[in-house]
Structure formats: structure tokens, C-alpha cells
């Protein structure tokens, strides 16, 4: 085991570049999920129900793609031996993917009553291209982790510092669209979707070298691991991935864990405008505070998972803890002590991006040994699957929070009733709340990989040579 955790096989550059990846995708996710939503039913004025039906749509589609497209890539093409297994994909699906960003903005200017199932139509066709580019990118660039980083040190520092970039990706996403937004001024929104195709695009080219696979486990890949092997189907592998108990209470936690972020993220314009009845660059501090939060904590978390050599452990630490710091947002009124809370939630939720990446490459190391096969693209394709339910759960928490307590679509602050101000802060804080709580169970209660269990499957794979 300690001969393991000293193989330290990648420099910390190359662990930062791989992070770019993450920033990529963590900036994206944010920009999306704070002002798709409320663009089309607060600024478009699209009717709740619709805006949420449309996005249920979406989240559909997006639960089906992902593990189909993880299945489709888990397999040699003619380019593998050169470019890699994962590589090439990250590109073919990152550039278009953050080019379909932009359609989202720019639907066709009709009244949002008579003309409501044509902006409907648009935001499930846009959103539904954006993800499948998403599926291809997401999918071939996280089960590049697990394959690449192997050791245990190695994957705890590899995922520090490339969640330390990610991290940056999460605040930026937030911070910068926000400073091109003004509230009740549409052609706004498409201006900042053009900031984020630039800034996207760099990230993504600084994501080059991390993104590479090693040449010794595509060689591996190709002569060992698949070769004279015929490929299982699709739904008999999704039923061995269904069988690990492990693989099952990530996921699980996970769904709670994304719905948290979802909510709150997508709760940010509303906060701002109808709450604190400010403008849309106010996000900007809020997100800045997150930023220095969470960017503190990392090293912090880093520390905690070296000292307690258990991620199960510190995940659920991490989640019991983002329980309580939510827990306190539903009641704040003011401002600037929210932008104060906000500082230590982002170092809450530190602690769960630290963990990730290492617990679910525990995770995929036991499948691994359960399969005699290093089928990455799937579990990964098959955890998107399952955290696209937080997608669905936002909507309808969103569309049945709205309708029953009369927020008025396409109305600024002065036409909301009270009762749409309490929802705003029931969809901001206490359900997120309840969701990161019960992921912390689900840890608790179910998953098992303890340092022992972890060290006993590191020696395994090391004599299967996978």
C-alpha cells in the first residue's frame, strides 16, 4: 500500500492543466444553472409550468444520452492507439458544446403567451443539443481521472488541485455573466453568452495536456484489457454497474448533492432581484465570496482526507457540515451578511468537490476488480444518468414553490406577494438543506469502502495489472 501511495506518476502541472477540464465544465454548469431558468420564465415571461415541463424534457434526455455515450466510447477506434481513448471525445463534444451555450440566448422574439410554444420548443431543442455536446465532453473527460491518476496520494492531490482550478470555473461562471446582465434587458444575456464561448475556449485549450492519457494504458488498453474480448450490452453492463452497492450509495448521494446545487444556484437571480431587489452584477460579490470560501478550504479538505486516510469519512463530514451552513441561509435578510454566509458555505462545499473524484475512482477500482474490465466511460455515463434527476427535481420544486405561493412570471419585484418572496427563500435554502442532509446519510448508512477495504483492492488490481 505505501509503495502505491508513493507512485506519484504525474507532475502537479499536469494535474493543473487536467483542471482546466474541470473549470470548463464547473463554468458552463454555473452560467447555465443560474440564468437559463430564470431567463426564460422571469425575463422571457414563458409561463412556470412550461419552463418547467420544458426543462423535465431536457433533464429526460439528458439522463438517457449520458450512458448510452459512456457505453458507445468504452470501445477502440481507429485514432485510440494515437490520440488516446478519451481525448479526441473531449474535444468533438467540448467545442461544439460550448458554442450551442450561446443558442440559448438568442430564441425567436415572439409574445411569450401567444407565441409560448414556440420559445417553448426552442429552450427544449437548444438545451437539448447543448447536452448531448455535454455528454460527449463530460463523459470522456471524468473517466479519464480513474485511469490516469491511480495511486491513492496521487488522486487526492491530483483532485485537490484540479478542483482548486474547477473551483475558480464555479465562481467565474457566476461572477462574470452577471457583470454583462441587466435585468429586463434580453440582448444582455446574449452578450455575456459570447463571453462565456471566449472564455470557455481558452480553458478548454489549456485543458490539452492534462487531458492526455498516458501511452502505457492505451497500450494496455488496446492489447490487453480488450483485446479478443467481445463487448458485453449496453443493459448487461448497466445491470452489473446496478448490482454494486457501493456504486449505488454514490449515486444516490450524489443526486442529493447536485439537487443542492442546483437549487441554490439556479435561486441566485431570484435572491438578488425579488429578495434583495438589487441588480443582476450584486451575484458578482455573493460568487466572490464563494470563490475565497471554497478556494481557502481546499487545501484545508486536502489535509483532512491525508490525515483520516478514509474519503468515506471525510465525505460525509463534508456533508454534514454543508447541512447546518445551508441550513442558516433560509433565515439571513440582509445583504452583506448573506455575501458573509456565503464565504463559509463555500467552505462547506469544499470539502464535498475535494472528495468526489477520489471516492467514486474507489468506487470504480472495485468494479474494476468485479468486471476484470476498466469500463470507465460507462459508470461515469451512468452517474450523469441518475444526477440528472437533480435537473428534474429543481424544476418541479421551482414550478410547484412558484405556483403556490403566486409568483407572477415576467414581473418585476414590485408585483410579487409575499408569499413569492417565502418561496424564494424555501427553494434558495431549507429544501437544499434536507437534500445535502440526506446525502450525508445515504454515506452513513450504506457505503462501505473503508482504508482497509481500499488498500485490499489496490493490491488486487495491481496483480489483475489493470
Known sequence: MEKNNAEILHSKTN?????????????????????????????????????????????????????????????????????????????????????????????????????????????????????????????????????????????????????????????????????????????????????????????????????????????????????GEEKASFFKTLKVCLKQKNFVAFIFAYIFYRSLVMMIVASLPYLVRFVFEMEASSITLIMGAFLIGSFCSIPIWIKVAHKTNDNRKTYMYAAFIMTILTGILFFIQDYYVMVLMILFWGMGLGGFWVMIDPTLGDVIDESVIITEKREEGIYIGIQTFFSRMAMIVQAVCFAVVHILTGFVEGAGPEAQPDSAILGIRIHFALLPMIFIFVAGLILWKFYNLTPDKVAINKEKLAKLGL
Open 15 to 227: 494535474m493543473v492543466s487536467y483542471g482546466f477540464g474541470k473549470f470548463v465544465f464547473e463554468f458552463l454548469n454555473m452560467a447555465f444553472g443560474a440564468f437559463v431558468y430564470f431567463y426564460y420564465e422571469s425575463e422571457l415571461g414563458l409561463a412556470a409550468w412550461l419552463t418547467a415541463f420544458g426543462y423535465i424534457i431536457f433533464a429526460i434526455w439528458n439522463a438517457v444520452n449520458d450512458p448510452f455515450i459512456g457505453y458507445l466510447i468504452d470501445r477502440p477506434f481507429k485514432f485510440t492507439k494515437k490520440w488516446g481513448r478519451r481525448f479526441p471525445f473531449v474535444f468533438i463534444g467540448g467545442i461544439p458544446w460550448i458554442i450551442t451555450y450561446v443558442l440559448l440566448f438568442i430564441p425567436p422574439d415572439v409574445d411569450p403567451v401567444s407565441g409560448m410554444w414556440i420559445l417553448f420548443a426552442w429552450l427544449v431543442v437548444t438545451t437539448c443539443l447543448y447536452d448531448t455536446f455535454a455528454s460527449i465532453f463530460n463523459v470522456s473527460f471524468y473517466s479519464i481521472f480513474p485511469d490516469k491518476f491511480r495511486a491513492v496520494d496521487e488522486r487526492r492531490n491530483a483532485a485537490g488541485l484540479s478542483t482548486l482550478v474547477g473551483t475558480f470555473g464555479v465562481a467565474l461562471g457566476a461572477i462574470v455573466p452577471p457583470l454583462f446582465i441587466v435585468f429586463g434587458d434580453r440582448s444582455t444575456y446574449a452578450m455575456q453568452s459570447g463571453v462565456v464561448l471566449i472564455v470557455c475556449l481558452i480553458a478548454l485549450s489549456l485543458a490539452i495536456p492534462g487531458a492526455r492519457e498516458d501511452q502505457v494504458r492505451i497500450d494496455c488498453y488496446l492489447e490487453k484489457c480488450e483485446e
